[in-house]
């Protein structure tokens, strides 16, 4: 049963810290994506990479946050330094491309919390 | 900024009686989506309509588009208590470079009391 898997399901950090968050897509897939969501602000699209080529960042704060894909198996999202504001759940995505019509599979999210 | 926007907020309902969601759009799409998410988890792909179609349905879902208007409908029929979860209506762009990039409205609450 393919899936996408994040690590880690959740995180405790204090402000300042530097926080990692890591996504397998569905092996297969060339495009993947990374959201956040709050309840505030619903979900957001943060950045989306295909064929492990960045696409569109323009969602993503530039100053603290950075995202990755170091192969195809594995993409990363950073924030350095992390605030409170920051505290959300972020999800990662992974289509099949055309053949699927965009259609998207997510993962159980990465549940964030800065103090 | 959300293009999609599903109305109503929140939908509280008894089993067995149906479920109607509304999602309106603002520019032009190749298909729409709707994705189902339970609380704490990640969103669900329930069903896909192009935009050359207007009408499909899945099991208890029907999912009606009107690209005229930009809307989209989404009924459960004889809903139970586990289709309680936020439903989220999604667009896809014509093409281009921003294929795949899809846009989320704000979600539809649903409640479903046994």
């Known amino acids: 049963d393919a899936r996408v898997t994040q690590t880690p399901r959740h995180k405790v950090t204090e402000m300042g810290q530097e926080v990692t968050m890591r996504c397998q897509p569905i092996?297969?897939?060339?495009?993947v994506f990374w959201y956040r969501q709050t309840m505030m602000q619903g979900l957001e699209l943060l950045a989306y990479?295909?064929?492990?080529?960045?696409?569109?960042d323009s969602g993503m704060p530039k100053d603290r946050f950075s995202a990755e894909m170091p192969d195809a198996t594995l993409a990363t999202l950073k924030i350095q330094p992390s605030e409170p504001r920051d505290s959300a759940v972020y999800f990662c995505?992974?289509?099949?491309?055309?053949?699927?019509?965009?259609?998207?599979?997510f993962g159980p999210g990465t549940r964030l919390l800065v103090l | 900024s959300q293009q999609g926007e599903e109305d109503p907020q929140a939908l509280s309902i008894q089993e067995g009686e149906n479920a109607t969601m509304n999602c309106s759009y603002k520019?032009?799409?190749?298909?729409l989506q709707w994705y189902r998410q339970n609380s704490g988890r990640g969103l669900v792909h329930l069903i896909l309509i192009r935009s050359n179609e207007r009408e499909k349905h899945s099991g208890r879902l029907r999912v009606t588009l009107d690209t005229s208007k930009k809307s989209s409908s989404l009924l459960i029929t004889a809903s139970r208590a586990a289709d309680t979860a936020s439903y989220f209506c999604?667009?896809?762009?014509?093409?281009?470079?921003?294929?795949?990039?899809?846009?989320f409205g704000q979600g539809t609450i649903l409640t479903v009391h046994p």
């Open positions: 990479f295909r064929n492990r080529a960045p696409l569109d």
């Open positions: 999604a667009t896809a762009p014509p093409g281009g470079t921003s294929y795949g990039k899809l846009t």
């Open positions: 995505a992974s289509d099949g491309g055309m053949i699927r019509q965009g259609t998207q599979y």
């Open positions: 092996l297969g897939h060339n495009t």
């Open positions: 520019t032009s799409i190749n298909n």
